[in-house]
């Protein structure tokens, strides 16, 4: 249902309110270069800190500027149940090909309190849910076993894995199927992990490079790994360059450089320091960027 390279998209702000202006000419830029599917208002997005008005004309303007033409897995997760439900059903009201939700961060729940979370989300809206595990910002890390049962459910149809185990792949095939749809949610070693059986990413590096990601996604999925070693070798200094600080402010910086967004980030975010931009400006020459 979906695989390739998606961008989880920046929100582009101008003078502390949304861009909405420039938030449809990334759209429209990520089509045109290959992306097969847009992710907007995740945390690359910004979402800690929009209001939830905010969080929804994102949304809304995301799906109404990519028109059916590429699928939109709308940012809907929150620590709160009752908040991840709002977002959901505004996800399936306004058109979202699939709602992306994070497990809940900070609370800490249990694995059952895992399956109480998500089993709530499926029921509230008929839309399909991508599960979000990052256990390095939301602490919490679904199991295997547990996101095998959530696979049951007709409407929980894959995840975001960004805990960087590539073991992990293997066995979330075996708990939920090979049919579950697993995007990587790690830049670095998305490599590895379509080799293991997932079938995309949800990509920070996507919204700077779109085509050199879309193409080594192609690469991967055609079973092209020396190819894909390729755009890899290429690719790997800017993922690793992007993320010396919050990956989005590096993204973000990339962007400026390309004249595409500003660099204008909401606090407590700060824009980069001169040596990480140093360090994005030579990633971004070796990839062929500039």
Known sequence: ???????????????GEL?????????????????????????TGESPTLSHEE?????????????GRVPVIAGAGSNNTVEATRFV?????????????????????????????FTTLHECADIPTIIYN?????????????????AKLPRIVGVKDATGDLARVSQQRATCGPNFCQLSGEDATALGFNAHGGVGCI??????APKLCAEFQQATLAGDYATALKYQDRLMPLHEAIFIEPGLVGAKYA??????????VRSPLTTLEDSTKVAIDAAMTHAGLL
């Not at 990509?203 to 700077?208: E, F």
């Open 1 to 15: 249902m979906f695989k390739g390279s998606m961008p989880a998209l920046v929100t582009p702000f101008r003078n």
């Open 19 to 43: 861009d909405l202006d420039t938030l449809k000419h990334l759209v429209e830029w990520q089509i045109q270069e290959g992306s097969t599917g847009l992710v907007p208002v995740g945390t």
């Open 55 to 67: 969080h929804e004309t994102v949304v809304e303007e995301v799906v109404k500027a990519a028109a």
């Open 89 to 117: 059903q505004f996800a399936k009201t306004v058109g979202a090909a699939a709602a992306l939700v994070v497990t809940p961060y900070y609370n800490k729940p249990t694995q059952r309190g895992l399956l109480a979370h």
């Open 134 to 150: 990052i256990p390095g910002r939301s602490i919490i890390d679904m199991s295997p076993e547990t996101m095998g049962e959530l």
């Open 203 to 208: 990509s920070v590096t996507a919204n700077v």
């Open 255 to 264: 962007l400026s450089k390309l004249g595409r967004c500003s660099e204008e």
